[in-house]
C-alpha cells in the first residue's frame, strides 16, 4: 500500500548527513569528522536541575507555549544578549529543539505555491518542510559571495510569490555569519515588502571575534527568530528551542505547535531554566576551546594547500574539494575507505554544496589531529 503515501512525503529524503554517518557509523578504525554535536556534557547544574524536576514531580504538561519563568528567561537572554525585546507571555514559544520551530513556524506561513530564499549551500533542515507544505525553495547561489547572503542576491530572486526568506546564520555547514551592516541592508530591502524573515540564530552563542547581531533587531515585525540550547548548552538530547515572534504571528504559531506537541518536555524545561539563568554564560569556556580548536585546523588546512575560509562562528569549515573530476559524495567514500576518515560530502547541503566537503571540529583535539594528519597524507597521495 505505499502508493497510498503522501507524494510530498515519499519525494523527500532522509537527511545527506545522517544517511552519511550511519553508513560508515561501523567501519573500525574511522576517525569521523561528521557530527554537528557538541563533544563537552551538559553543564553539571543544568542536568542537576533536571533531576531535580524529577524529584519535585514536575512531570505534568505544562503552558503549551512552555512554562512562563523560561518564556521569562529566554526573552531575558534575547534582551541582554542581543538587544531585542519580546514580550514572554506574547512573543516566545518553548519548542521541541529548534527543527520543531522551523516546522512550526512554515506550517504556519507557507501555502501552495509560495516561495521561501535560501541561501546555498545550506542546513538541510529547511527544503524538506517547505515542500511538505506545497511551497518551493529557491536557492540564493553564495558560493562567489564568500558565502554570504547579501541584499542584492535576495532582490534578484525576490517575486510576488515569495513568502519567506531564511537568514541562517552564523551557518551550518559554512561557519560564516553576517555582521550588522550586511544585516541593515537586508532590512532596507524589505522594508516595504511583505515578505517574513525566519532566522535561524541557533548558533548565537558560538560566534568568535565578534558579537553576534540579530536581525530582528532592525525589522522584529516580520521576523521570526529561532534558537535553542543544543549547542550553547551542549543539550542536544534535551530537546529544548526557542522561537520569538511579533504577538500577531505568535499567536498562530502557537497553534500548530500546540496540536503537534502541546509543550515541550517539562524535565528538559527546568534544566533549561537553570541553563539560561545561572548557566546564561555557559557556553563561553566551550567557545574558547571551538576558537582555538577553529585556528587548529585552519593553520592545517591551509598548509595543506586547501581552499577554505575561515569560520566566524559555529564549529564547521565548509573545505572545497581539490579536485574536479569527482563528486563530493565519490571522495568522502574514497576517504573513508582509503584513509579511515568521514567528513560529509557538500551534496548533503543542497545541490551548491558540490564540490565541497564539510569538516566538523566538534571534537577533542587529539580527534582532530589524527583526522588531519589522515587528509594530509591521503591528499599527499
Ligand atoms: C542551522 C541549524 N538549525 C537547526 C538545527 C536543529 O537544532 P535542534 O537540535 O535544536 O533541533 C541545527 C542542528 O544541527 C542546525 O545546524
Redesign the pocket.
Known amino acids: 500500500m505505499e502508493h497510498l503515501i503522501n507524494n510530498r512525503v515519499k519525494n523527500i529524503e532522509i537527511s545527506g548527513i545522517r544517511k552519511f554517518f550511519n553508513m560508515v557509523a561501523d567501519v573500525k578504525d574511522m576517525v569521523s569528522l561528521t557530527i554537528?554535536?557538541p563533544d563537552f556534557p551538559t553543564p553539571e547544574h543544568v542536568k542537576e536541575a533536571g533531576k531535580k524536576a524529577i524529584d519535585d514531580n514536575i512531570t505534568t504538561y505544562t503552558h503549551n507555549a512552555g512554562l512562563i519563568q523560561l518564556r521569562e528567561a529566554a526573552a531575558d537572554f534575547y534582551r541582554k544578549k542581543y538587544n531585542v525585546d519580546y514580550s514572554s507571555e506574547h512573543e516566545a514559544i518553548i519548542t521541541?529543539?529548534?527543527?520543531?520551530?522551523?516546522d512550526i513556524t512554515f506550517r504556519t506561513i507557507l501555502e501552495e505555491g509560495c516561495e521561501v530564499i535560501i541561501p546555498g549551500p545550506v542546513?538541510p533542515?529547511y527544503e524538506p518542510i517547505i515542500k511538505l507544505c506545497g511551497a518551493i525553495p529557491v536557492y540564493a547561489d553564495i558560493r562567489n559571495t564568500q558565502f554570504r547572503m547579501t541584499a542584492e542576491l535576495i532582490d534578484s530572486l525576490i517575486t510576488d510569490k515569495t513568502r519567506c526568506i531564511v537568514l541562517?546564520y552564523p551557518?551550518?555547514p559554512t561557519g560564516i555569519s553576517l555582521n550588522e551592516e550586511e544585516l541593515k541592508e537586508i532590512a532596507q530591502l524589505l522594508k516595504d515588502r511583505e515578505i517574513f524573515v525566519l532566522a535561524?540564530e541557533?548558533?548565537s552563542e558560538l560566534v568568535y571575534e565578534q558579537q553576534h547581531v540579530s536581525i530582528a533587531q532592525f525589522m522584529k515585525e516580520k521576523t521570526i527568530v529561532?534558537n535553542?540550547?543544543?549547542?550553547s548548552h551542549s543539550m542536544?538530547g534535551w530537546?529544548?528551542?526557542m522561537l520569538f515572534a511579533p504577538e500577531y504571528l505568535a499567536k498562530h504559531i502557537l497553534k500548530v505547535h500546540q496540536y503537534n506537541v502541546t509543550c515541550a518536555t517539562s524535565i528538559s524545561q527546568m534544566a533549561a531554566l537553570e541553563a539560561l539563568t545561572a548557566g546564561i554564560d555557559d557556553a563561553l569556556p566551550m567557545k574558547q576551546e571551538y576558537a582555538s580548536r577553529r585556528d587548529y585546523v585552519f593553520n592545517r588546512l591551509q598548509s595543506m594547500g586547501l581552499d577554505v575560509i575561515k569560520p566566524d562562528g559555529?564549529f564547521y569549515f565548509f573545505v572545497k574539494i581539490p579536485a574536479s573530476n569527482i563528486s563530493s559524495f565519490d571522495f568522502c567514500m574514497e576517504l573513508v575507505n582509503e584513509a579511515k576518515l568521514a567528513v560529509v560530502p557538500g551534496s548533503a547541503f543542497s545541490e551548491l554544496g558540490e564540490g565541497y566537503f564539510r569538516l566538523s571540529y566538534a571534537y577533542s583535539t587529539d580527534t582532530l589531529k589524527e583526522g588531519l594528519d589522515r587528509l594530509e597524507s591521503y591528499l599527499r597521495k
Open positions: 554537528g554535536q521541541v529543539g529548534a527543527s520543531e520551530a522551523i542546513y533542515g541562517p551557518s551550518n535561524d541557533i548558533y529561532i535553542g540550547l543544543s549547542k542536544t530537546r529544548i528551542g559555529a
